[in-house]
Protein backbone atom coordinates (compact mmCIF):
# COMPACT_ATOMS: atom_id res chain seq x y z
CA UNK A 1 0.00 0.00 0.00
CA UNK A 2 1.47 3.77 -0.96
CA UNK A 3 -0.43 6.95 -0.33
CA UNK A 4 1.93 8.28 -3.44
CA UNK A 5 0.01 10.78 -5.55
CA UNK A 6 -3.38 10.05 -3.03
CA UNK A 7 -3.12 13.14 -1.40
CA UNK A 8 -3.01 16.66 -2.10
CA UNK A 9 -2.18 19.88 -0.10
CA UNK A 10 -4.81 21.88 -1.43
CA UNK A 11 -4.32 24.90 1.28
CA UNK A 12 -1.74 26.66 3.18
CA UNK A 13 -2.05 29.62 5.12
CA UNK A 14 1.18 31.21 6.51
CA UNK A 15 0.98 34.52 9.18
CA UNK A 16 4.34 36.72 8.20
CA UNK A 17 6.63 36.03 11.64
CA UNK A 18 6.58 39.27 14.00
CA UNK A 19 8.89 39.77 17.28
CA UNK A 20 5.22 41.63 18.82
CA UNK A 21 2.11 39.64 17.80
CA UNK A 22 0.58 42.68 19.83
CA UNK A 23 -1.11 40.52 22.78
CA UNK A 24 -2.74 37.68 20.47
CA UNK A 25 -2.36 34.14 21.83
CA UNK A 26 -1.18 31.30 19.83
CA UNK A 27 -4.37 29.92 19.57
CA UNK A 28 -5.93 33.17 18.15
CA UNK A 29 -2.62 32.88 16.11
CA UNK A 30 -3.12 29.39 14.93
CA UNK A 31 -7.21 29.82 14.49
CA UNK A 32 -6.24 33.41 11.50
CA UNK A 33 -3.46 30.60 9.99
CA UNK A 34 -6.45 27.71 9.48
CA UNK A 35 -8.29 30.50 8.34
CA UNK A 36 -6.52 31.33 6.03
CA UNK A 37 -5.41 28.07 4.54
CA UNK A 38 -9.38 27.68 3.95
CA UNK A 39 -9.78 30.92 2.19
CA UNK A 40 -6.76 29.26 0.15
CA UNK A 41 -8.67 26.02 -0.18
CA UNK A 42 -11.80 27.63 -1.17
CA UNK A 43 -13.33 25.06 1.61
CA UNK A 44 -15.76 25.64 4.43
CA UNK A 45 -15.40 24.70 7.87
CA UNK A 46 -18.02 22.04 7.06
CA UNK A 47 -15.90 20.62 4.50
CA UNK A 48 -13.23 20.28 6.67
CA UNK A 49 -13.18 16.56 8.04
CA UNK A 50 -9.71 16.54 10.91
CA UNK A 51 -8.03 18.43 12.45
CA UNK A 52 -4.32 18.30 13.78
CA UNK A 53 -2.54 20.74 16.07
CA UNK A 54 0.87 20.59 17.47
CA UNK A 55 1.70 22.03 21.05
CA UNK A 56 3.00 25.37 20.96
CA UNK A 57 5.40 26.56 24.12
CA UNK A 58 3.25 29.71 25.11
CA UNK A 59 0.16 27.79 25.27
CA UNK A 60 0.32 23.84 25.52
CA UNK A 61 -3.28 22.57 27.40
CA UNK A 62 -4.87 19.23 26.49
CA UNK A 63 -7.23 19.20 24.35
CA UNK A 64 -5.86 21.86 21.72
CA UNK A 65 -7.52 20.21 18.49
CA UNK A 66 -11.16 20.86 20.37
CA UNK A 67 -9.99 23.94 21.02
CA UNK A 68 -8.64 24.73 17.43
CA UNK A 69 -11.92 23.06 15.86
CA UNK A 70 -14.03 24.94 18.10
CA UNK A 71 -12.60 28.63 16.83
CA UNK A 72 -12.88 27.62 13.06
CA UNK A 73 -16.05 26.31 13.62
CA UNK A 74 -15.03 23.29 12.72
CA UNK A 75 -16.77 19.60 13.79
CA UNK A 76 -14.17 17.31 12.60
CA UNK A 77 -14.53 13.23 12.66
CA UNK A 78 -10.66 12.91 13.35
CA UNK A 79 -8.85 15.31 15.78
CA UNK A 80 -5.26 14.90 17.30
CA UNK A 81 -1.85 16.34 18.40
CA UNK A 82 1.41 15.63 16.55
CA UNK A 83 4.38 15.79 18.96
CA UNK A 84 7.26 15.70 16.72
CA UNK A 85 9.38 18.85 18.17
CA UNK A 86 10.28 20.72 14.87
CA UNK A 87 9.19 17.46 12.80
CA UNK A 88 5.45 18.12 13.60
CA UNK A 89 4.80 20.16 10.96
CA UNK A 90 6.06 17.74 8.04
CA UNK A 91 4.64 14.67 10.51
CA UNK A 92 0.80 16.24 10.34
CA UNK A 93 1.43 16.21 6.58
CA UNK A 94 1.78 12.49 6.14
CA UNK A 95 -0.42 11.46 9.18
CA UNK A 96 -3.22 13.42 7.34
CA UNK A 97 -2.74 11.48 4.51
CA UNK A 98 -2.91 8.57 6.69
CA UNK A 99 -6.17 9.62 8.33
CA UNK A 100 -7.78 9.97 4.47
CA UNK A 101 -6.49 7.14 3.40
CA UNK A 102 -7.78 5.39 6.09
CA UNK A 103 -11.50 6.83 5.60
CA UNK A 104 -11.47 8.60 8.87
CA UNK A 105 -12.18 11.95 6.50
CA UNK A 106 -11.57 13.90 3.24
CA UNK A 107 -9.47 16.96 3.98
CA UNK A 108 -7.41 17.48 7.46
CA UNK A 109 -6.37 20.90 8.70
CA UNK A 110 -2.92 20.68 10.23
CA UNK A 111 -1.90 23.52 12.42
CA UNK A 112 1.18 24.79 14.12
CA UNK A 113 1.68 28.20 15.88
CA UNK A 114 3.45 29.95 18.39
CA UNK A 115 4.20 33.29 20.91
CA UNK A 116 7.62 33.61 21.20
CA UNK A 117 9.20 35.89 22.77
CA UNK A 118 13.06 35.42 21.91
CA UNK A 119 14.42 37.32 25.51
CA UNK A 120 11.85 35.79 27.46
CA UNK A 121 12.19 32.38 25.82
CA UNK A 122 15.69 32.10 26.98
CA UNK A 123 14.93 33.78 30.31
CA UNK A 124 12.02 31.33 30.83
CA UNK A 125 14.43 28.45 30.66
CA UNK A 126 16.87 28.92 33.27
CA UNK A 127 17.63 26.06 35.17
CA UNK A 128 14.42 24.35 34.33
CA UNK A 129 14.17 20.63 34.37
CA UNK A 130 11.62 20.69 31.50
CA UNK A 131 9.35 17.60 32.55
CA UNK A 132 9.24 14.61 30.30
CA UNK A 133 12.83 14.84 29.45
CA UNK A 134 14.31 12.75 32.44
CA UNK A 135 17.86 13.18 31.01
CA UNK A 136 17.82 16.97 31.85
CA UNK A 137 19.09 15.57 35.38
CA UNK A 138 22.20 14.94 33.78
CA UNK A 139 22.54 17.91 31.77
CA UNK A 140 21.45 21.18 33.49
CA UNK A 141 24.30 20.85 36.22
CA UNK A 142 26.72 21.25 33.36
CA UNK A 143 25.38 24.18 32.56
CA UNK A 144 23.68 23.79 28.75
CA UNK A 145 22.36 26.62 26.25
CA UNK A 146 19.39 24.80 25.07
CA UNK A 147 19.42 23.98 22.06
CA UNK A 148 22.66 25.79 21.32
CA UNK A 149 24.87 23.88 23.05
CA UNK A 150 23.79 20.33 21.51
CA UNK A 151 24.04 21.35 17.96
CA UNK A 152 26.99 23.03 18.77
CA UNK A 153 27.66 19.49 19.90
CA UNK A 154 27.25 18.46 16.70
CA UNK A 155 28.60 20.97 14.77
CA UNK A 156 32.14 20.61 16.57
CA UNK A 157 32.45 17.06 16.20
CA UNK A 158 31.19 17.34 12.67
CA UNK A 159 33.99 19.43 11.83
CA UNK A 160 36.45 16.71 13.91
CA UNK A 161 34.93 13.83 11.59
CA UNK A 162 35.42 15.47 8.06
CA UNK A 163 37.11 18.99 8.60
CA UNK A 164 34.17 21.00 7.75
CA UNK A 165 34.67 24.50 8.67
CA UNK A 166 32.97 27.77 10.04
CA UNK A 167 33.15 29.43 6.20
CA UNK A 168 31.26 26.76 4.92
CA UNK A 169 28.70 26.28 7.95
CA UNK A 170 28.47 30.14 7.34
CA UNK A 171 27.72 30.28 3.68
CA UNK A 172 24.24 28.37 4.29
CA UNK A 173 23.21 31.40 6.48
CA UNK A 174 24.26 33.86 3.66
CA UNK A 175 22.28 31.99 0.74
CA UNK A 176 19.22 31.70 3.35
CA UNK A 177 19.41 35.35 3.76
CA UNK A 178 20.01 36.01 0.30
CA UNK A 179 16.68 34.21 -0.30
CA UNK A 180 15.08 35.90 2.70
CA UNK A 181 15.81 39.19 0.68
CA UNK A 182 13.11 38.30 -2.11
CA UNK A 183 10.62 37.45 0.32
CA UNK A 184 8.78 40.56 2.26
CA UNK A 185 7.14 38.00 5.38
CA UNK A 186 10.51 36.95 5.91
CA UNK A 187 11.81 38.41 9.78
CA UNK A 188 15.31 39.52 8.14
CA UNK A 189 13.85 40.88 5.18
CA UNK A 190 16.14 43.80 3.75
CA UNK A 191 18.85 42.61 5.54
CA UNK A 192 22.14 41.44 3.49
CA UNK A 193 23.98 39.20 5.00
CA UNK A 194 28.31 38.18 4.10
CA UNK A 195 30.36 35.13 5.39
CA UNK A 196 32.52 38.04 7.25
CA UNK A 197 29.51 39.27 8.65
CA UNK A 198 28.43 35.76 10.08
CA UNK A 199 31.69 34.72 11.13
CA UNK A 200 32.23 38.24 13.07
CA UNK A 201 28.87 38.04 14.72
CA UNK A 202 29.27 36.34 18.53
CA UNK A 203 30.54 33.16 18.82
CA UNK A 204 27.04 32.07 21.18
CA UNK A 205 28.07 28.42 21.18
CA UNK A 206 31.13 27.89 19.36
CA UNK A 207 31.16 26.72 16.49
CA UNK A 208 27.89 28.07 16.69
CA UNK A 209 27.67 32.03 15.88
CA UNK A 210 24.92 34.48 16.56
CA UNK A 211 23.55 34.34 12.97
CA UNK A 212 23.67 30.66 12.63
CA UNK A 213 20.76 30.25 15.24
CA UNK A 214 17.06 30.51 14.90
CA UNK A 215 15.37 33.90 15.97
CA UNK A 216 12.46 32.69 17.86
CA UNK A 217 9.51 34.88 16.88
CA UNK A 218 5.68 34.44 16.77
CA UNK A 219 3.57 32.94 14.14
CA UNK A 220 1.39 30.66 13.19
CA UNK A 221 0.93 28.00 9.87
CA UNK A 222 -2.03 25.93 8.53
CA UNK A 223 -1.55 23.52 5.78
CA UNK A 224 -4.81 21.29 4.23
CA UNK A 225 -4.29 17.58 2.95
CA UNK A 226 -7.25 16.24 0.77
CA UNK A 227 -8.06 13.22 -0.82
CA UNK A 228 -6.78 14.03 -4.25
CA UNK A 229 -9.88 12.19 -5.66
CA UNK A 230 -11.72 15.21 -4.79
CA UNK A 231 -9.98 18.07 -5.61
CA UNK A 232 -11.17 20.45 -8.28
CA UNK A 233 -8.62 22.68 -9.37
CA UNK A 234 -10.42 24.47 -12.09
CA UNK A 235 -7.34 23.72 -14.46
CA UNK A 236 -4.72 25.17 -12.06
CA UNK A 237 -1.52 23.34 -10.89
CA UNK A 238 -1.63 21.44 -7.39
CA UNK A 239 0.18 19.68 -4.98
CA UNK A 240 0.36 15.92 -4.00
CA UNK A 241 2.64 14.25 -1.60
CA UNK A 242 4.41 11.46 -3.38
CA UNK A 243 5.84 10.34 -1.03
CA UNK A 244 7.45 10.41 2.81
CA UNK A 245 9.24 9.11 5.85
CA UNK A 246 9.52 9.60 9.42
CA UNK A 247 12.20 8.48 12.27
CA UNK A 248 12.94 9.11 15.28
CA UNK A 249 15.04 7.94 18.32
CA UNK A 250 17.55 9.22 20.89
CA UNK A 251 16.20 11.84 23.21
CA UNK A 252 20.19 12.84 24.46
CA UNK A 253 22.66 14.22 22.50
CA UNK A 254 25.30 11.44 24.68
CA UNK A 255 23.26 8.46 24.52
CA UNK A 256 23.42 8.23 20.13
CA UNK A 257 25.17 6.27 17.74
CA UNK A 258 26.68 9.00 16.24
CA UNK A 259 26.53 12.64 16.60
CA UNK A 260 26.72 13.27 12.53
CA UNK A 261 24.41 10.73 11.69
CA UNK A 262 20.70 11.65 12.14
CA UNK A 263 17.82 9.74 11.80
CA UNK A 264 16.95 11.42 8.52
CA UNK A 265 19.02 8.90 7.03
CA UNK A 266 15.99 6.41 7.33
CA UNK A 267 13.63 8.77 6.89
CA UNK A 268 14.39 9.93 3.21
CA UNK A 269 15.20 6.63 2.26
CA UNK A 270 11.47 5.79 3.13
CA UNK A 271 10.33 8.63 1.11
CA UNK A 272 12.79 8.72 -1.57
CA UNK A 273 11.80 4.85 -2.27
CA UNK A 274 8.07 4.82 -2.17
CA UNK A 275 7.89 7.69 -3.97
CA UNK A 276 10.32 6.19 -7.14
CA UNK A 277 12.56 8.89 -7.25
CA UNK A 278 16.29 9.91 -6.55
CA UNK A 279 17.78 12.83 -4.42
CA UNK A 280 18.91 13.92 -8.17
CA UNK A 281 14.83 14.34 -8.96
CA UNK A 282 14.34 16.94 -6.70
CA UNK A 283 14.13 20.60 -8.09
CA UNK A 284 13.81 22.26 -4.45
CA UNK A 285 15.27 21.38 -1.13
CA UNK A 286 13.30 23.02 2.16
CA UNK A 287 15.19 21.71 4.93
CA UNK A 288 14.38 22.21 7.94
CA UNK A 289 16.91 24.78 9.19
CA UNK A 290 17.26 25.73 13.21
CA UNK A 291 20.52 25.78 12.98
CA UNK A 292 23.25 26.29 9.60
CA UNK A 293 24.57 22.40 10.81
CA UNK A 294 21.54 21.03 10.98
CA UNK A 295 20.83 21.93 7.03
CA UNK A 296 24.46 20.85 6.20
CA UNK A 297 23.99 17.41 7.86
CA UNK A 298 20.39 16.75 6.15
CA UNK A 299 21.63 17.20 2.91
CA UNK A 300 24.40 14.63 3.33
CA UNK A 301 21.70 12.33 5.46
CA UNK A 302 18.91 12.50 2.64
CA UNK A 303 21.81 11.71 -0.28
CA UNK A 304 22.05 14.98 -1.73
CA UNK A 305 25.61 14.38 -1.72
CA UNK A 306 27.98 11.97 0.40
CA UNK A 307 28.79 11.62 4.47
CA UNK A 308 30.82 14.18 5.44
CA UNK A 309 31.01 15.94 1.44
CA UNK A 310 28.40 18.45 3.25
CA UNK A 311 31.25 21.37 3.28
CA UNK A 312 31.73 21.07 0.11
CA UNK A 313 28.99 20.81 -1.17
CA UNK A 314 27.26 23.97 -0.07
CA UNK A 315 30.36 25.59 -1.05
CA UNK A 316 30.46 24.05 -4.72
CA UNK A 317 26.83 24.92 -5.26
CA UNK A 318 24.30 27.81 -5.27
CA UNK A 319 21.50 27.33 -2.78
CA UNK A 320 19.27 30.56 -3.63
CA UNK A 321 16.93 30.55 -5.80
CA UNK A 322 18.98 31.22 -8.64
CA UNK A 323 20.83 28.69 -7.90
CA UNK A 324 22.06 25.18 -9.60
CA UNK A 325 20.30 23.96 -5.48
CA UNK A 326 18.21 26.05 -4.49
CA UNK A 327 17.36 25.35 -0.50
CA UNK A 328 14.83 27.00 1.04
CA UNK A 329 13.92 30.12 -1.16
CA UNK A 330 11.64 31.61 1.61
CA UNK A 331 14.74 32.33 3.61
CA UNK A 332 14.28 29.27 6.21
CA UNK A 333 13.55 29.49 9.35
CA UNK A 334 17.64 31.33 9.90
CA UNK A 335 16.04 33.94 8.22
CA UNK A 336 12.31 33.84 7.83
CA UNK A 337 12.24 33.64 11.38
CA UNK A 338 10.99 30.86 13.63
CA UNK A 339 7.70 30.71 15.21
CA UNK A 340 7.96 27.92 17.18
CA UNK A 341 6.74 24.41 15.50
CA UNK A 342 5.44 26.55 12.64
CA UNK A 343 8.94 27.25 11.54
CA UNK A 344 9.31 24.24 10.24
CA UNK A 345 5.36 24.53 8.74
CA UNK A 346 7.71 27.19 6.24
CA UNK A 347 9.30 24.79 4.85
CA UNK A 348 5.97 22.91 3.37
CA UNK A 349 4.70 26.52 2.65
CA UNK A 350 7.35 27.52 0.51
CA UNK A 351 7.30 24.18 -1.81
CA UNK A 352 4.07 24.29 -2.43
CA UNK A 353 4.39 28.14 -3.34
CA UNK A 354 7.34 27.20 -5.49
CA UNK A 355 5.59 23.92 -7.09
CA UNK A 356 2.40 26.20 -8.02
CA UNK A 357 4.25 28.49 -9.35
CA UNK A 358 3.23 31.34 -6.70
CA UNK A 359 6.41 31.97 -5.67
CA UNK A 360 7.02 35.78 -6.94
CA UNK A 361 10.21 37.08 -7.73
CA UNK A 362 11.96 33.87 -5.94
CA UNK A 363 9.97 31.79 -8.48
CA UNK A 364 12.13 28.79 -9.95
CA UNK A 365 12.02 28.43 -13.58
CA UNK A 366 11.52 24.65 -12.86
CA UNK A 367 9.98 22.84 -9.95
CA UNK A 368 7.96 19.80 -10.06
CA UNK A 369 9.64 17.70 -7.53
CA UNK A 370 9.94 19.33 -3.91
CA UNK A 371 11.55 17.02 -0.44
CA UNK A 372 11.12 18.73 2.62
CA UNK A 373 12.94 17.77 6.20
CA UNK A 374 11.14 18.05 9.71
CA UNK A 375 13.80 18.15 12.41
CA UNK A 376 12.87 18.27 15.91
CA UNK A 377 14.86 17.85 18.97
CA UNK A 378 19.02 17.62 18.37
CA UNK A 379 18.27 15.37 15.43
CA UNK A 380 15.96 13.55 17.23
CA UNK A 381 12.78 13.42 15.48
CA UNK A 382 13.00 13.07 11.65
CA UNK A 383 10.09 13.75 8.63
CA UNK A 384 11.28 13.66 4.78
CA UNK A 385 8.16 14.51 2.73
CA UNK A 386 8.22 14.61 -1.69
CA UNK A 387 5.88 16.83 -2.65
CA UNK A 388 4.90 16.60 -6.36
CA UNK A 389 3.07 19.42 -8.91
CA UNK A 390 1.05 17.78 -10.83
CA UNK A 391 -0.81 19.72 -13.92
CA UNK A 392 -4.64 19.31 -13.98
CA UNK B 1 33.88 22.12 48.99
CA UNK B 2 31.60 25.01 48.49
CA UNK B 3 29.24 26.20 51.13
CA UNK B 4 25.27 24.82 50.04
CA UNK B 5 24.09 28.00 50.35
CA UNK B 6 26.58 29.39 47.86
CA UNK B 7 26.15 27.18 45.31
CA UNK B 8 23.83 28.49 43.04
CA UNK B 9 23.64 26.21 40.12
CA UNK B 10 20.99 23.53 39.35
CA UNK B 11 21.71 20.39 41.47
CA UNK B 12 20.06 16.89 39.88
CA UNK B 13 17.24 15.81 41.69
CA UNK B 14 18.15 11.94 42.26
CA UNK B 15 15.06 9.75 41.63
CA UNK B 16 15.33 6.02 42.95
CA UNK B 17 16.46 5.06 39.50
CA UNK B 18 19.49 7.47 39.31
CA UNK B 19 20.32 7.34 43.15
CA UNK B 20 23.25 4.47 43.04
CA UNK B 21 24.61 6.91 40.24
CA UNK B 22 24.66 9.79 42.19
CA UNK B 23 25.50 8.24 45.55
CA UNK B 24 28.65 6.25 44.01
CA UNK B 25 30.18 9.93 42.56
CA UNK B 26 29.76 11.25 46.23
CA UNK B 27 31.90 8.31 47.29
CA UNK B 28 34.58 9.56 44.23
CA UNK B 29 33.81 6.66 41.95
CA UNK B 30 31.52 6.10 38.74
CA UNK B 31 29.36 3.85 38.66
CA UNK B 32 26.46 2.97 35.57
CA UNK B 33 24.47 0.13 34.68
CA UNK B 34 25.41 -2.98 32.86
CA UNK B 35 23.43 -5.23 30.83
CA UNK B 36 25.08 -8.54 30.81
CA UNK B 37 23.38 -9.63 27.72
CA UNK B 38 24.24 -6.97 25.38
CA UNK B 39 27.65 -6.90 26.98
CA UNK B 40 27.30 -2.91 27.33
CA UNK B 41 26.98 -0.06 29.75
CA UNK B 42 23.83 2.18 29.64
CA UNK B 43 24.21 5.74 30.27
CA UNK B 44 21.34 7.68 31.32
CA UNK B 45 20.11 4.70 34.16
CA UNK B 46 16.90 2.63 33.14
CA UNK B 47 14.60 -0.02 34.98
CA UNK B 48 15.56 -2.14 32.05
CA UNK B 49 17.55 -2.81 29.24
CA UNK B 50 16.57 -0.87 25.71
CA UNK B 51 18.61 -3.42 23.88
CA UNK B 52 16.99 -6.82 24.90
CA UNK B 53 14.62 -5.66 27.63
CA UNK B 54 16.01 -7.58 30.46
CA UNK B 55 15.82 -5.53 33.86
CA UNK B 56 19.05 -7.66 35.28
CA UNK B 57 21.08 -4.61 34.77
CA UNK B 58 24.19 -4.44 37.61
CA UNK B 59 25.33 -1.16 38.78
CA UNK B 60 29.37 -1.64 37.56
CA UNK B 61 32.50 0.85 38.49
CA UNK B 62 34.32 2.03 35.20
CA UNK B 63 37.66 3.72 35.57
CA UNK B 64 36.78 7.32 34.94
CA UNK B 65 38.94 8.02 31.96
CA UNK B 66 38.22 8.74 28.73
CA UNK B 67 38.03 11.28 25.85
CA UNK B 68 36.40 14.01 24.53
CA UNK B 69 34.30 13.21 22.22
CA UNK B 70 32.32 16.42 21.37
CA UNK B 71 32.64 20.10 22.88
CA UNK B 72 31.19 23.49 22.92
CA UNK B 73 32.47 26.58 24.49
CA UNK B 74 29.75 28.55 26.29
CA UNK B 75 30.45 32.72 26.43
CA UNK B 76 26.64 33.80 26.93
CA UNK B 77 24.96 31.20 30.00
CA UNK B 78 21.45 30.19 29.87
CA UNK B 79 21.24 28.37 33.20
CA UNK B 80 21.64 30.62 36.23
CA UNK B 81 24.59 30.64 38.49
CA UNK B 82 26.74 30.04 35.74
CA UNK B 83 27.31 33.65 34.39
CA UNK B 84 30.49 34.08 36.32
CA UNK B 85 31.91 30.58 35.04
CA UNK B 86 31.87 31.70 31.42
CA UNK B 87 33.45 30.78 29.18
CA UNK B 88 33.66 27.50 30.35
CA UNK B 89 33.75 23.97 28.57
CA UNK B 90 30.70 22.01 28.00
CA UNK B 91 31.72 18.62 26.63
CA UNK B 92 30.74 15.15 25.70
CA UNK B 93 33.06 13.02 27.09
CA UNK B 94 33.20 9.25 26.08
CA UNK B 95 34.34 6.94 28.97
CA UNK B 96 36.51 4.11 27.57
CA UNK B 97 34.11 1.45 28.49
CA UNK B 98 31.83 2.87 26.22
CA UNK B 99 28.99 5.28 27.57
CA UNK B 100 29.48 9.09 26.69
CA UNK B 101 28.21 11.76 29.24
CA UNK B 102 27.40 15.15 29.27
CA UNK B 103 30.33 17.21 31.48
CA UNK B 104 32.47 20.36 31.91
CA UNK B 105 36.07 19.85 31.05
CA UNK B 106 37.93 21.79 33.64
CA UNK B 107 41.99 23.21 34.22
CA UNK B 108 41.60 23.39 30.86
CA UNK B 109 41.39 26.85 28.75
CA UNK B 110 39.17 26.92 26.21
CA UNK B 111 41.22 27.92 23.78
CA UNK B 112 43.39 24.19 24.62
CA UNK B 113 40.33 21.82 23.97
CA UNK B 114 40.09 19.54 21.04
CA UNK B 115 37.87 16.75 20.13
CA UNK B 116 39.88 13.59 21.31
CA UNK B 117 41.90 14.89 24.35
CA UNK B 118 42.70 12.50 26.94
CA UNK B 119 40.49 13.15 29.99
CA UNK B 120 39.81 11.84 33.31
CA UNK B 121 37.39 12.32 36.20
CA UNK B 122 37.27 14.97 38.44
CA UNK B 123 34.74 14.48 41.48
CA UNK B 124 33.34 18.09 42.40
CA UNK B 125 31.77 17.97 45.71
CA UNK B 126 29.51 21.03 44.88
CA UNK B 127 27.24 20.29 48.18
CA UNK B 128 27.46 18.45 50.96
CA UNK B 129 25.02 15.89 49.42
CA UNK B 130 25.82 16.60 45.61
CA UNK B 131 28.95 15.67 43.49
CA UNK B 132 29.27 16.33 40.04
CA UNK B 133 31.01 14.13 37.55
CA UNK B 134 33.70 16.30 36.00
CA UNK B 135 36.62 15.96 33.65
CA UNK B 136 40.70 17.08 33.21
CA UNK B 137 42.87 17.12 30.67
CA UNK B 138 45.60 14.11 31.27
CA UNK B 139 48.40 12.96 29.41
CA UNK B 140 49.58 14.97 25.81
Known amino acids: ?392 | MKDVRGYEKPLPHPTSLSKPFWDALRQHKVLMQYCPQCLKFIFYPRRFCPGCLKEDLHWRQLSGKGRVYSYTVIRRPSVRGFESEAPYIFAVAELDEGPRVITNVIDCLPQNIRVGQLVEAVFEDVTPDTTLLKFRPIGP
Open chain 1, 1 to 392: MTIRGKVAVVGIGELKPTRSPGGRTAIELMAEAGRLAMLDAGLTPKEIGGVLVAPSVSWSPLEMPLVVADCLGISPSYADVTDLGGASAAGQVWRAGAAIAAGACDTVLCITGDVLDPKAFYEGQKGKNPPGLPVREFETPYGPMLMNSGYALVARRHMFEYGTTPEQLAKIAVDERFNANSNPDALFYGKPLSISDVLSSELVADPLHLFEIVMPCSGAAAIIVADARKVTQQGKPWVTLRGFGESVRSSTVFDRPSLTHSPLVAAAEHAFTTAGVRPSDVDLACIYDCYTIAVLIALEDAGFCAKGRGGAFVTDHDLTYRGDFPVNTHGGQLSFGQPGLAGGASHITEAVRQLRGQAGQRQLRTCDLAFVSGNGGVMSEEVALLLERVDA
